[in-house]
């Protein structure tokens, strides 16, 4: 079997395992169940996937190439610099708040037991998206700067960034969240404290705009864009 044959069978492999996800969740479905679904003997799904916990880095190696296309779609709006930091730090929040059906494969990166057991080659894989990943939000970060889009010091957009990427892993986790409250927190609560970590920024000529509807409007635009797709 030719490498582009074996990639396009584990790409239809895996697309019928996301749909068998969504309905029984990462922890509860089976290969022998996922076999039957695709049509194959064991012993072909096996050849592409050994075991559950290699579809399922596979599956997650997929989720994290998405945030290139994020950054790629937050740097076409035509929305301040402050209101686009905003959005990457809301988007997570905002996505999952609107899409209660995803994989929920979001957060098993940090399953040391799964990513362990996986194939060392897909785990090899996988740091690699997640190096490319944080080198593209580096870069993306940094180029308001070369743009004089802002004109604070590097050291402190460094910092803004991290803190950025804490809150929206935060707003990972309480978008759409199954035991927490919806009107716990909301949208306007991670705009304001993105907002909050945003302040100590100078920015360059009306790239401190930040108009509430442009921010929501951008979210739900990002939001189309994916089309249900899962995202970090």
């Known amino acids: 079997m030719s490498e582009e044959t074996q990639s396009r069978r584990k790409d239809e492999i895996a697309a019928v395992a996301a749909k068998l996800i969504k309905?029984?969740?990462?922890?509860?479905?089976s290969l022998n169940e996922l076999g039957k679904l695709c049509g194959v003997p064991a012993g072909t799904l096996y050849r592409s996937?050994?075991?559950?916990?290699?579809?399922l880095v596979y599956l997650f190696t997929q989720v994290v190439r998405t945030q290139s296309a994020l950054l790629s779609h937050l740097s076409q709006l035509p929305i301040s610099a402050k209101e686009k930091m905003i959005c990457f730090a809301c988007f997570p929040y905002y996505y999952r708040s609107v899409n209660h059906d995803l994989l929920g494969l979001t957060f098993s990166g940090a399953n040391n037991v799964l990513m362990r057991d996986a194939d060392e080659q897909l785990q090899t894989e996988l740091r690699a998206v997640f190096a490319l990943?944080?080198?593209?939000?580096?870069?993306?970060?940094?180029?308001?700067?070369?743009?004089?889009?802002?004109a604070s010091p590097q050291p402190l957009l460094r910092t803004i960034q991290k803190r950025l990427t804490l809150l929206s892993?935060?707003?990972?986790?309480?978008?759409?969240?199954?035991?927490?409250?919806?009107?716990?927190?909301?949208?306007?609560?991670?705009?304001?404290?993105?907002?909050?970590?945003?302040?100590?920024?100078?920015?360059?000529?009306?790239?401190?705009?930040?108009?509430?509807?442009?921010?929501?409007?951008?979210?739900?635009?990002?939001?189309?864009?994916?089309?249900?797709?899962?995202?970090?």
């Open 169 to 232: 892993r935060g707003g990972a986790i309480m978008g759409g969240h199954a035991y927490i409250p919806e009107d716990e927190y909301n949208l306007n609560d991670m705009i304001e404290f993105a907002a909050e970590i945003l302040a100590p920024l100078e920015w360059g000529p009306g790239q401190e705009k930040m108009e509430h509807h442009q921010i929501v409007v951008a979210l739900r635009t990002i939001s189309d864009a994916y089309g249900g797709h899962e995202s970090l």
């Open 23 to 29: 309905q029984q969740g990462h922890l509860k479905f």
């Open 49 to 55: 996937f050994n075991s559950k916990s290699d579809l």
């Open 133 to 150: 990943m944080f080198s593209q939000r580096g870069s993306w970060f940094h180029s308001f700067l070369e743009q004089n889009l802002i």
